[in-house]
């Protein structure tokens, strides 16, 4: 198993510009999780998914959306990029809703 | 709501000896707590977790304690090598399942001395 893979690792972006974060899993978990990490600081919850077709919005929705049309995959969208959301965006994903197992991470850059 | 600190930003140990990270919590209805090390560049790796109906829990060369009279739990690492080098998170769950994410602490960066 691959685990949780992401895609890009690295971006940067205009002010303005739009980005989708691709996050997949091959485990089948059920639950998937974005999270974005500030320097310094813990991981905020963005969104979350508990199946295919389900989403509801975490601690710091605003500025992003998401979507979960399948069981492996969970696609982060930014539609307006602000210097706000330059941050390491991670994707996680639980087989019950408990432990939580992470992707490498995208390191995004809004200038 | 919940939130989670680490009590030190920063933990400097010498090679071999045994670490211990603390983290406190707020919630008393906190009821499932994870430990996760996150190396440089990389995502959080889960290293041990424990529920609230436990006090001890022991996994190969770690230890989880706790204590939620005063709503604190520890990591400790045993003989710490070189590879141990990473920030260590503490995260906890008040949701029964963590069907809406884990609150994570800020983090302590372990510095292991040669």
């Known amino acids: 198993n691959a685990g949780v893979t992401q895609t890009p690792k690295f971006r940067i972006l205009k002010i303005g510009q739009s980005m989708t974060l691709q996050c997949t899993q091959d485990m089948n978990h059920n639950y998937m999780y974005w999270y974005r990490q500030d320097p310094g600081m813990g991981l905020k919850l963005i969104y979350y998914s508990v199946g295919a077709g389900i989403t509801d919005k975490g601690e710091v929705p605003n500025g992003y959306n998401v979507s979960r049309s399948t069981t492996e995959d969970f696609p982060l969208r930014l539609e307006l990029a602000a210097p706000s959301q330059t941050s390491v965006y991670f994707c996680?994903?639980?087989?019950?809703?408990?432990?939580?197992?992470f992707g490498p991470g995208t390191r995004l850059t809004v200038l | 709501g919940e939130s989670v600190g680490l009590h030190l930003p920063t933990l400097s140990v010498q090679e071999g000896d045994n670490s211990i990270i603390n983290c406190a919590y707020s919630n008393s209805a906190s009821d499932y707590f994870i430990w996760y090390k996150q190396e440089s560049g990389k995502g959080p790796q889960f290293i041990i977790d424990?529920?609230?109906?436990?006090d001890k829990r022991q996994g190969q060369r770690v230890t989880v304690l706790l204590n939620k009279t005063v709503k604190h739990l520890s990591l400790q690492i045993a003989a710490t090598q070189p590879g141990d080098s990473a920030v260590y998170f503490c995260a906890a769950d008040t949701s029964g399942g963590g069907a809406d994410g884990l609150t994570f602490g800020k983090g302590t960066h372990l510095i292991i001395q040669p």
């Open positions: 996680a994903s639980s087989p019950h809703g408990d432990t939580q197992y």
């Open positions: 424990i529920r609230s109906n436990m």
